[in-house]
């Protein structure tokens, strides 16, 4: 899959200064980690956000949304973000921080 480049930097502006912030590459895109656990990921077309369970519904009534299906099971807790949903910067700050909020209390992987 074809990363984007501008897709890749809004989600890194979104995020700021968050520490023990990283990247890496992983499902055809590039995700972004706090502390290694991932937070989202920029993809073609479409980012994917870790909001968590319990904000799965709230996150999934919002406009461009989908759930997240990996190996044909649906992915609780992470939400795909499409086009033109995704450049829209009121949105993607909203997902984000229920994703930040999500990982929050989880332990360090590193």
């Avoid at 972004?32 to 980012?47: D, E, K, T």
């Avoid at 909001?51 to 999934?60: E, F, I, Q, T, Y």
């Amino acid at each position: 899959m074809t990363r984007d480049p501008g897709q890749e930097q809004a989600m890194r502006d979104d995020l700021g200064d968050l520490p023990g912030l990283s990247e890496m590459p992983m499902f055809g895109g590039l995700c972004f980690l706090a502390h290694g656990n991932m937070i989202c990921a920029a993809r073609q077309g479409r980012g994917m956000y870790r909001v968590g369970k319990s904000r799965n519904d709230d996150a999934l009534a919002m406009s461009g949304t989908t759930p997240m299906i990996h190996g044909g099971r649906a992915m609780p807790g992470y939400v795909w973000l499409h086009d033109p949903q995704l450049f829209d910067d009121a949105t993607r700050a909203r997902l984000t921080g229920r994703a930040l909020d999500c990982v929050a209390d989880l332990p360090p992987k590193e």
